[in-house]
Nanobody, 126 residues
């Protein structure tokens, strides 16, 4: 079965940087769309960044554009989220997600993601 394990969360000061990792197992990693989502306390889960299987299509939520970068290393079965210039409003549990399709389903808020990790907490202090 597909397993997604996030790491790299922690406490960071506003303006700092953090890199989250998501290690995937259970199938051929490079064939599927994947992404990062987050859920802040008291709020609904929202998408942060997603890309299709070859990263030719990449979407970012507006609040992180220019600050966060999604990437993947297929040789390591690992996806990353580089977070620069973090802000207190970036505080949330960050989830890695994977689709059963190579492409993104833009008709869905979750872009068609069906597998989810358990999340890693990012706390940004002001």
């Amino acid at each position: 079965q597909v397993q997604l394990v996030e790491s790299g969360g922690g406490l960071v000061q506003a303006g700092g940087s953090l890199r989250l990792s998501c290690e995937a197992s259970g199938r051929t990693f490079r064939n599927y769309a994947m992404g990062w989502f987050r859920q802040a306390p008291g709020k609904e889960r929202e998408f942060v960044a997603v890309h299709n299987w070859n990263a030719a299509l990449t979407y970012y939520t507006g609040s992180v554009k220019g600050r966060f970068t999604i990437s993947r290393d297929n040789t390591k079965n690992t996806m990353y989220l580089q977070m620069n210039g973090v802000k207190p409003e970036d505080t949330a549990v960050y989830y890695c997600a994977a689709s059963d399709s190579s492409e993104l389903d833009a008709q869905r808020e979750d872009y068609g993601m069906v597998y989810w990790g358990k999340g890693t907490l990012v706390t940004v202090s002001s």
